[in-house]
């Protein structure tokens, strides 16, 4: 598929009008069946998948930060063997 969106430029060449057009048709296509994006367990279908996709590629256009998951930490108390005591 091509990497036009809503506010790219227009198309230049008879290829990427082409290329358009063909993409435009899989779309249609797709939007008379109901599918599963991304292994999900609802089933998306005409409006509903345009609205999935706007939304997807809102995420794309949108501006991301890397953050790390903060990390969980946990101390686990030795446990005392039978007959000895605890180091200090």
Not at 48 to 74: K, N
Request: hydrophobic share 30%; charged share 30%; net charge positive.
């Amino acid at each position: 598929m091509t990497n036009h969106h809503p506010g790219a430029a227009a198309p230049e060449t008879a290829d990427e009008l082409a290329a358009l057009r063909r993409d435009a048709e899989r779309y249609r296509w797709l939007r008379e069946r109901a599918l599963r994006l991304q292994g999900s367990d609802v089933w998306w279908q005409g409006g509903y998948l345009d609205m999935r996709v706007d939304t997807g590629l809102g995420h794309v256009q949108g501006d991301y930060t890397v953050e790390p998951e903060p990390r969980r930490v946990t101390r686990n108390a030795p446990k005392l063997t039978k007959g000895k005591e605890p180091r200090s």
